[in-house]
């Protein structure tokens, strides 16, 4: 093994270490049950750890996740086919809205904009009637995905 190599796995394991204690740290995950939304804004993080923008366009763009290109269009995902036209384009939503604020939407869109959307709560155990028994008592998405794709929107500023 070479000297560079050593450095970088050590490296490596002392952030990881460190991240690890770091994480220990913080509360334990907020139910879905127990998120509070006051005044369209959702202030505590539901892991205590920040998101990944990485991971949150993954599961942005994953049709089987978030499938938020299914109703939104995002010029950051230009190289995806087919985006929607039902919700509003996501290009500058990082200038738009504060992380709490994102975080509240994508939590459960229905408590910060009433009747006025048809977007889903992706951090929510009220999803509406006729729930397959298998999706019953869960959620879209995890507490952590969430927290990715908040911090992916973020990452999307205005030209």
């Known amino acids: 093994m070479t000297k560079g190599a050593r450095l970088w796995g050590a490296a490596f394991a002392t952030c990881l270490a460190g991240t690890l204690s770091v994480g220990a740290l913080h509360a334990e995950t907020i139910a879905p049950t127990a998120v509070e939304i006051v005044d369209m804004e959702a202030k505590s993080s539901l892991t205590g750890r920040a998101g990944d923008p990485v991971a949150g366009r993954d599961t942005f763009a994953d049709r089987k996740k978030g499938n938020c290109l299914a109703c939104h269009a995002n ?8 985006h929607g036209e039902v919700g509003p384009e996501l290009d500058g939503v990082g200038d738009r809205w504060s992380t709490e ?13 009433g009747d006025q959307t048809i977007m ?11 729930i397959a028994d298998k999706f019953t008592d869960k959620t879209i998405l995890s507490a952590q995905e969430v927290e990715d794709v908040v911090a992916y929107l973020l990452t999307l500023k205005e030209n």
């Open 75 to 82: 010029a950051d995902l230009g190289e995806l086919l087919f």
């Open 101 to 113: 604020q994102l975080r509240a939407i994508v939590i459960n869109s229905k408590q910060v904009f």
């Open 120 to 130: 889903p709560g992706f951090y929510t155990t009220a999803l509406g009637a006729r």
